[in-house]
């Protein structure tokens, strides 16, 4: 089976990384203290192949067949735990970021902020 955006849920995703975690029991470790460092040291890695380069290396990097198998895993690292921050704390993702959203779209008003990439204080 395999797995895509535009076929598979964010609840699929949850409960797969669920089934996985409770097969090796590793709730015991998964604190949300702990998912919210392991997130941090894995946007890190991420964060490795990009550094130095300039934006326009980057998208070659990012584009680059080889780094982009290892940077696709680090960034399914980002979204692993990040889903099981959300099963550890029961926060609904859909509606974390539809809240966010609604904030965002509040604080950078498209009339204020297209095309500029400063932050809502500033616009």
């Known amino acids: ?3 895509t955006d535009s076929a598979t849920s964010v609840a699929d995703l949850k409960s797969r990384i669920l089934a996985f975690v ?9 604190a949300p203290k702990n998912l919210s460092m392991a997130l941090a040291a894995e946007a890190a890695e ?5 550094l130095w380069a300039t ?6 990097v990012a584009n680059d067949p080889v780094k982009r198998e290892k940077i696709a895993e680090e960034l399914a690292d980002i979204v692993i735990y990040a889903l099981e921050f959300a ?4 926060l609904d993702v ?5 809240t966010k959203m609604i ?10 902020a297209r095309g500029r990439a400063e932050k809502y204080t500033e616009l």
């Not at 099963?87 to 029961?90: E, I, S, V």
């Open 94 to 98: 859909a509606r974390c970021i539809e």
């Open 1 to 3: 089976m395999t797995l």
């Open 55 to 60: 934006p326009e290396q980057s998208v070659a």
């Open 46 to 50: 991420l964060m490795e192949h990009f």
């Open 22 to 30: 409770k097969e090796r029991d590793w709730e015991q470790f998964h």
């Open 103 to 112: 904030a965002n779209g509040k604080k950078y008003p498209v009339e204020k």
């Open 87 to 90: 099963n550890a704390t029961g």
